[in-house]
């Protein structure tokens, strides 16, 4: 595993072709090699830390799920760039517990580079417990409204609150309400001290301010199936931007496609490991690199996918560069020079990755709280002389 590690790593920082003198080392350097190797993967997922793994099963919302599984394949690739607004999404569960509609969801896991896009409030509207009366065959509709609020002890007055979001809705049905509350979050997020949390209310139209609370009803955080607890979402960018392209916008090039024959199979993630010496005059072509997420120790709090594959490019890349082995420009003259002896110190053409495709990790955090993020540049799509 700490070979894989550390090939994963000099993969990722693009270092040059030729492969380094293979050592046997001592047990203890072993140790501190993998230590070194899982730090710096770590890194390279933003995190300074593993989080912790939650305390007791923990079923993560169902939002979040599928949205993972619009954006990721079910090794974690990205099949749709476009249905994420940035790069990371947080979900964050409402810390009051109460039943009048007051919330409060702690945002200290945002990092302070995030730049806030979207934020969302979702509701839960339960069926209405009220199917007849004068009130409810009168009035089809009743007005939502999502206040920040600045002073918990004026909310009967407009000093102590500030309307972010209001709407008709049905007095029929049931199922999820989304609210936008950007302004605030975004408050927040630059002044952790001014969050006191949201206040929704509930309206009648046309003077049956009494009657329509009874009518619709949000699930809240202390009576009601985890499912459907309220939430904020969070769609957030953190700056962090590689050369990754979608795998869908090269057809002829998908990291699920199998590999050529003279290509070995990819191993399953949980099955045996495989080992292969390849012939070193074997052309520049895409080899396997499984990372096992299980293996490194992190299966306790990353959500899906449990493993990927990442790919790595091996292979010579002889003169004459045929189109097979998708060489620039540059690569042919300097084959050329190469095979010619044209110039004293020039190597030939490296065999390295040409597309590379980004994945998505789902995870729990710190505080127990969701993540989708994505990350540039992690899967190998194919292979080039450069």
């Not at 046309?206 to 009874?214: I, K, N, R, T, Y």
């Amino acid at each position: 595993m700490l070979r894989v590690l550390l090939l994963l790593l000099l993969l990722i920082r693009k270092q040059g072709c030729s492969p380094r003198p293979h050592r046997v080392l001592p047990e203890e350097d072993a140790g501190d090699r993998r230590a070194e190797a899982i730090k710096r993967l770590l890194e390279l997922f933003g995190l300074e830390d593993p989080p912790r793994s939650p305390h007791h099963f923990k079923q993560p919302p169902q939002y979040m799920v599928d949205l993972y599984n619009t954006v990721a394949d079910a090794d974690g690739v990205t099949k749709n760039p476009d249905i994420l607004e940035g790069n990371t999404v947080r979900s964050f569960l409402d810390k009051i517990h109460s039943d009048n509609m007051h919330f409060l969801f702690i945002l200290s896991s945002v990092a302070k580079n995030e730049k806030v896009l979207t934020a969302e409030l979702h509701l839960f509207r339960m069926r209405a417990r009220v199917a007849d009366g004068p009130a409810y065959k009168r009035h089809h509709f009743c007005q939502v409204s999502v206040y920040q609020v600045l002073d918990k002890s004026k909310l009967d007055s407009s000093e102590g609150k500030k309307l972010l979001s209001a709407r008709l809705i049905s007095l029929q049905g049931s199922g999820w309400e989304v609210f936008a509350i950007t302004q605030a979050v975004r408050d927040w997020t630059e002044d952790e001290s001014s969050n006191q949390g949201l206040l929704v209310s509930v309206r009648g139209l046309a003077g049956a301010s009494v009657d329509a609370p009874h009518m619709v009803r949000f699930a809240s955080g202390r009576d009601h199936h985890e499912s459907k607890k309220p939430m904020l979402v969070l769609f957030t960018d953190d700056g962090r931007r590689g050369a990754s392209v979608p795998a869908n916008i090269f057809p002829d090039v998908n990291p699920q496609t199998p590999v050529p024959a003279a290509e070995p199979m990819a191993p399953k993630l949980n099955g045996p490991r495989i080992t292969r010496s390849l012939d070193p005059v074997l052309p520049c072509q895409r080899h396997p690199l499984s990372v096992d997420f299980e293996e490194i120790g992190w299966s306790g709090w990353i959500i899906s996918p449990r493993g990927y594959n990442a790919y790595h490019c091996k292979g010579s890349c002889p003169f004459p560069l045929g189109e097979n082995m998708r060489p620039t420009n540059h690569a042919t003259v300097q084959s050329i020079i190469n095979a010619l002896k044209l110039s004293e110190g020039v190597n030939s053409p490296c065999c390295v990755p040409d597309k590379l495709f980004s994945i998505n990790l789902l995870y729990f955090d710190d505080d127990e709280n969701v993540v989708l993020k994505q990350y540039d540049d992690m899967v190998a799509g194919s292979c080039g002389c450069h």
